[in-house]
C-alpha cells in the first residue's frame, strides 16, 4: 500500500523509495530474452536497463523518448516529463522512459535486446619485438575495445568489448561536457571510464591465463573529450567557443594511479590530440593507413557524431572536426538504434519498391546509420524524397518495413549531419587547393564507415570522390594504439614530428563555412 503522501510530488516519492531501499528488494524479468534482474526498491532503471543495451541519448534528462520500454506486469511510475512525452494511448499500453522511472515493485518489462557487433582490428603490421605484453584500448564515445598483445611475437591474445559506460549520461560528447560542466559530473565520469577499462584488462588477462606481472604497457587512444574524461583534464574550456583545450597533449600515468590493481604496475599512457576535437584516435589513424608517409594526397575520416577529417602527404597534413550530430550512429531518428540485432541497415530501391535487410534476420525494430542513408538514396531515386529534403507528395512519413518508418525531421537530421561533413570536406579541399579526384585514396574509419554504402554516400552527396578510392579501413585508430605499444615514436610517444607537421583548421571561425554548409544541406540531383 503507497503512503498518503504519494500523488504529493516527485521529490516527496523519490526521498521515500530511498528509504526503503535497504529493506526490499525486486525483480526485474526483460523479454523476450528472459533475463532476470534483481536489485532493491529505488533503484534507477536508467542504471540497470543501461547494462542490458538500453541507450540514453539525451543523458538520462528525459526528453528524446529513446529509452522508452513497455512495462508488461508491474507498476512503474508515472511522472510529469513522461507524461509531456508519450502521448495518452502509450501510457496506457504501458510504454515508459526508463530514465524517468524507480524500481517500485516487480516488473516484467519488453525491451529492445541490442546484440551490437563492436569492431576490432587484427590486421597484421610491422614491430620490434619486446618483452612482455600489452594492452590497447580504443576509448569510443560509444564503445570500448581492448586487446591483449604478445610484445615479442605481436599476436593478439586477446580481445574485450564493451559499452561506454559515460553513454547513461549522453550519447554525444556535448551531452556529456554538459553534464561535466553544468552538473559537476567530471569526477563521476572520469571514474565509470577507468573503472570500465581497468575491468576489462583483468578480464584479459584472466581469460589468456597469463600472470599480471608480465603487463608492461597500456596504450589509449580517443577523442579529445575522452581523452579529458580519462586523464581527469577539465573539458570546460570545449564547452565554449574556441572549444580549445591547451592540456591535449600525451598523458602518462602507472596503473597505481588509475585505481588498477596490477602487480607489475605497467605505464599507462593516453596518446595526444591533434587540435581541438581532433583526438588521438586520428593521430593512431594517420599512423594506421600511413598517411603522414604518402607521397600524394590521401585523406582520412572518421564519420560520427563528431566527424573528424584529415588531408594531407608527408610533406602536410590539415585536419578539421566537425560537429556532424549522432544522426549516423541511428540516434535522434524516430526509429534510429545503433547497428545491431533487429536494426535495418541496408536498404535499395528496386522495381519501384522499398527493400530492406535487417541485421540478425528478425523483425525490425528499427533504422541504423547505415540503413539511414541507404533508405534516404533509395528514396532519392523513387522521388519520394525531393532534392531539398522534402518528403515527395505531401507525405508525412516514409514507410519502410512495418513498423519502422522515417518523419520529415529524420531526413533532416542525416541533412545536417551530411552538410556538416561535406562542408568540412570542401574547405580542407580550398585549403589544399585541390579537387575531390585529386585525393587519390580517401580511408574511411570507424564502424559506420566499415559498414555504409559507398553508393548510397555519394547519391546523397555526403562523399563527393571517384568511388573506386574510397577504403574502409576498419578500426584504424585501434589498430595505431597497437603500432604505439611498440614505441613506434620514440619512448616518450609524444609524436611532436607528426604533430608539427599537422595544421588545425577551425571550422567555426571560418567565415566560408555556414555559406557552404547550407549549400551541402540539399541532395544532389539524379
Known amino acids: 500500500m503507497r503512503p498518503p503522501f504519494w500523488a504529493a510530488g516527485d521529490k516527496l516519492k523519490e526521498r521515500y523509495i530511498r528509504s526503503v531501499a535497504k529493506t526490499r528488494t525486486h525483480t526485474i524479468l526483460l523479454q523476450p530474452v528472459g533475463a532476470e534482474l534483481k536489485a532493491p526498491a529505488g533503484a534507477s532503471l536508467r542504471d540497470l536497463l543501461f547494462e542490458q543495451g538500453v541507450e540514453f541519448p539525451c543523458g538520462g534528462q528525459g526528453r528524446c523518448r529513446g529509452c522508452k520500454v513497455r512495462v508488461l506486469q508491474g507498476h512503474a511510475e508515472i511522472n510529469a516529463a513522461q507524461q509531456e512525452r508519450l502521448t495518452a494511448a502509450e501510457i496506457a499500453e504501458g510504454w515508459r522512459l526508463a530514465c524517468q522511472c524507480h524500481l517500485e515493485d516487480d516488473l516484467v518489462i519488453e525491451l ?85 577499462i581497468g575491468t576489462l584488462i583483468h578480464q584479459l588477462l584472466t581469460a589468456a591465463r597469463v600472470e599480471d606481472n608480465r603487463l608492461r604497457k597500456v596504450v589509449l587512444v580517443g577523442n579529445t573529450v575522452m581523452h579529458h574524461l580519462f586523464c581527469g583534464i577539465s573539458v570546460e574550456p570545449l564547452s565554449h567557443y574556441p572549444f580549445e583545450s591547451v592540456h591535449d597533449g600525451l598523458q602518462t600515468f602507472v596503473a597505481r594511479d588509475l585505481g588498477w590493481a596490477l602487480n607489475s604496475n605497467p605505464t599507462v599512457q ?198 573506386e578510392n574510397i577504403q574502409p579501413s ?22 611532436t614530428p607528426l604533430r608539427t607537421a599537422t595544421e588545425h583548421v577551425s571550422l567555426s571561425a571560418d567565415p566560408r563555412f555556414q555559406e557552404i554548409f547550407v549549400e551541402e544541406m540539399s541532395f544532389p540531383q539524379a
Open 112 to 196: 529492445r535486446q541490442w546484440d551490437a557487433a563492436i569492431l576490432s582490428n587484427e590486421e597484421a603490421f610491422a614491430f620490434t619485438p619486446q618483452e612482455g605484453l600489452g594492452v590497447a584500448v580504443d576509448l569510443g564515445t560509444t564503445t570500448l575495445v581492448a586487446q591483449l598483445l604478445d610484445l615479442e611475437t605481436g599476436h593478439v591474445l586477446g580481445v574485450r568489448t564493451a559499452l561506454n559506460p559515460q553513454a547513461r549520461h549522453g550519447a554525444d560528447l556535448m551531452s556529456r561536457v554538459q553534464f561535466a560542466v553544468s552538473e559537476g559530473g567530471q569526477r563521476e565520469l572520469e571514474g565509470l571510464i577507468r573503472k570500465q
Open 270 to 467: 593516453f596518446l595526444p590530440c591533434l587540435g581541438s576535437f581532433v583526438g588521438s584516435d586520428i593521430l593512431a589513424g594517420v599512423l594506421a593507413t600511413g598517411l603522414c608517409t604518402s607521397e600524394a594526397l590521401v585523406g582520412l575520416i572518421d564519420l560520427g557524431t563528431n566527424g573528424e577529417i584529415v588531408l594531407g602527404n608527408r610533406e602536410r597534413l590539415i585536419c578539421a572536426s566537425t560537429a556532424a550530430g549522432p544522426a549516423f550512429e541511428g540516434a535522434r531518428i524516430s526509429s534510429g538504434m545503433r547497428a545491431a540485432t533487429g536494426a535495418i541497415w541496408k536498404v535499395t530501391a528496386y522495381d519501384g519498391r522499398i527493400n530492406c535487410e535487417v541485421l540478425g534476420n528478425v523483425p525490425p525494430r528499427g533504422v541504423c546509420g547505415s540503413g539511414l542513408v541507404d533508405a534516404v538514396a533509395a528514396s532519392l531515386e523513387l522521388g519520394r524524397i525531393k532534392p531539398s529534403g522534402q518528403l515527395a507528395n505531401g507525405r508525412d512519413t516514409l514507410p519502410l518495413c512495418p513498423p519502422v518508418s522515417l518523419t520529415q525531421m529524420d531526413v533532416r537530421q542525416l541533412q545536417l549531419a551530411k552538410g556538416a561533413i561535406a562542408a568540412g570536406i570542401r574547405i580542407l579541399l580550398q585549403w589544399w587547393g585541390a579537387a575531390p579526384e585529386d585525393v587519390t585514396r580517401l580511408y574511411l574509419a570507424g564502424a559506420f564507415g566499415n559498414y555504409i554504402n559507398l553508393t548510397s554516400a555519394r547519391r546523397i552527396g555526403l562523399l563527393d570522390f571517384p568511388e
Open 474 to 495: 576498419g578500426n584504424t585508430a585501434l589498430l595505431g594504439a597497437k603500432l604505439a605499444l611498440f614505441s613506434s615514436d620514440g619512448e616518450d610517444g609524444s609524436y
